[in-house]
């Protein structure tokens, strides 16, 4: 869609109709997902809140200003993918037929891995104090995050996140369809992460199969603590590394256990004889 734009209004105003389009789209997920949980069903949500507590207005409005100033930089990464594609650099191509439906999808698989892997190591660097300063304290201001904190970055930070995308389209065929259904999970998949209360079920960080995947638990603990979960999607490199916080699972399990208890039978009253 932005090379459409680009070609249609140029790169300038290219540029600003992609910005308010990847604002937009943020703020359509984050919105719906803040509305749902912080206004409308706040109370009967609560019981999956991981940190009890809810963040003051000024915290939420910083990291919407954050993130609108990361809205306008992962488009002008998105104009200058559009001017090495013009160039001939890119491996993106048009045609899904040129490689096969079964690919496409692979591809899509193939790019969280690859995404999921530069996160980590990447992240990780911030976190050592030169970098941390410049590059990554904006992110942790939101100690207690929204979903509103998906895309509030230091406008720095944010061109290392976008960094990714040039990376990929420069070496792996990949077609506009998987780039499309991978920043659209890449998002729901942040802002899960952000989102402050617990949803997946009891049991989960547990699962041979579902542990593999990270949890709002996971990435929350991240914003209060710093040291432990560096991890995007996949709790690979934190397994496998030992940087996942030693009590991530007990914490999980002790979130889900106010929803057992929320949801256990009241005790009967027993009437006096
Ligand atoms: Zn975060
Ligand atoms: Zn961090």
Known sequence: MLFTLIEKFGILSG??????????????????????????????FQYARIQLRFPKATKIRFEIMHSLVTAG????????????????????YREVAQFGWAYLIISFFVLTIIHDTYFYWMH????????????????????????WAALSFHPLEAIVEIAIIPLIVLTVPIHPLALIAFSTWSLSFNILGH???????????????????NTSTHHNMHHSRSNCN????????????????????????????????????????????
């Open 195 to 213: 989102l402050g209360f617990e949803l997946f079920p009891e049991g989960f960080v547990k699962h041979p199969f579902w542990k593999w995947f």
């Open 124 to 147: 990780r660097l911030m976190h050592h104090p030169p970098f941390f300063k410049v590059l990554h304290r904006v992110h942790h201001v939101s100690n207690n995050p929204t979903p």
């Open 15 to 44: 540029w600003a109709l992609s910005s308010f389009f990847v604002f937009a789209r943020y703020a359509a997920f984050a919105g719906l997902a803040f509305t749902v949980f912080y206004i409308f069903w706040r109370k009967q």
């Open 73 to 92: 930089v992962f488009a002008g990464m998105g104009v200058l993918i559009y001017l090495l594609h013009q160039a001939g650099y890119t491996r993106i």
């Open 230 to 273: 560096y991890g995007l999607y996949y709790n690979f490199w934190d397994r496998m590394l030992g940087t996942n916080a030693p009590d991530y699972e007990q914490t999980f399990e002790e979130v889900k256990s106010r929803a057992e208890i929320r949801s256990a039978p009241k005790p009967q009253k027993t009437i006096p004889i």
